[in-house]
């Protein structure tokens, strides 16, 4: 039973645009959501957090967004650069364990 | 300050042999973290140390999985007479308590295939 669902693969943006992660979760407990960013033959690096008491937090380009009532956070990058280029996971905290979703590889083309 | 560290990075081993992989989690973090990423798959947790708490188990996919912190530092994963299906990368993670907000720190993984 996936928890904590990326519905898409891959998304591919143009630079300087805005990209848009998304991620679906079932278990109305989850108090706490994470965005991690993952290299090739990198262990994946924290970006970015929002505890379910809000529904936005604001980090620079990165933004993420949750809709309690849909089970449902995106993560907002703008504008992306080549750089962004990776594995993007997003991530439930449950009594202290992480359920992560499947990834979205994200490519940002110059 | 140094990271979280794995070793060995890649390990390649014969069906039905037992491994060893090793996590050394940042100085003074008190949680560590076992995740393993199959090909094409998300992170799933395997296993959770938490101080001197008994460890959370609930994602270790059989009896033949099984892993220790010694001293609350380093910490072994051991699978006993590998499967093809094992083969995975297996993450390393450790956070300095387990309060809600603290983020986890991953180590860059070992990379197991079971031949």
Redo the contacts between chains.
């Keep these: 039973d996936q928890q904590?669902k990326?519905n898409s693969p891959s998304l591919s943006v143009q630079e300087g645009r805005i990209s848009i992660l998304n991620c679906d979760y079932t278990n109305s407990m989850f108090?706490?959501f994470?965005w991690?960013k993952k290299y090739p033959?990198?262990?994946?690096?924290?970006l970015i957090?929002i505890?379910s008491i809000k529904d936005k937090n604001e980090d620079g380009r990165f933004t993420v967004f949750l809709n309690k009532s849909a089970k449902h956070l995106s993560l907002h990058i703008v504008p992306s650069q080549p750089g962004d280029s990776a594995v993007y996971?997003c991530?439930a905290?449950n009594?202290?364990?992480?359920?992560?979703?499947?990834?979205t590889t994200l490519q940002v083309k110059p | 300050g140094a990271g979280v560290s794995q070793s060995p990075s890649n390990k390649v081993t014969e069906k039905g042999k037992d491994v060893e992989l090793r996590c050394d989690p940042i100085s003074g973090h008190t949680a560590l973290y076992w995740y393993r990423q199959s090909l094409g798959q998300g992170l799933e947790f395997l296993i959770y140390f938490q101080g001197n708490s008994a460890p959370d188990k609930s994602g270790l996919p059989s009896d033949r999985f099984s892993a220790e912190r010694t001293g609350g530092s380093v910490s072994t994963l051991t699978i006993q007479r590998t499967q093809q299906e094992d083969s995975a990368v297996y993450l390393c993670a450790s956070s300095p308590a387990p309060l809600p907000y603290n983020e986890q720190f991953f180590g860059p993984g070992t990379r197991l295939t079971v031949l």
């Excluded at chain 1, 033959?41 to 924290?46: L, S, V």
């Design positions: 904590v990326q108090d706490y994470l991690y033959a990198e262990g994946p690096t924290f957090s505890s996971f991530a905290k009594t202290g364990k992480l359920i992560f979703g499947q990834g």
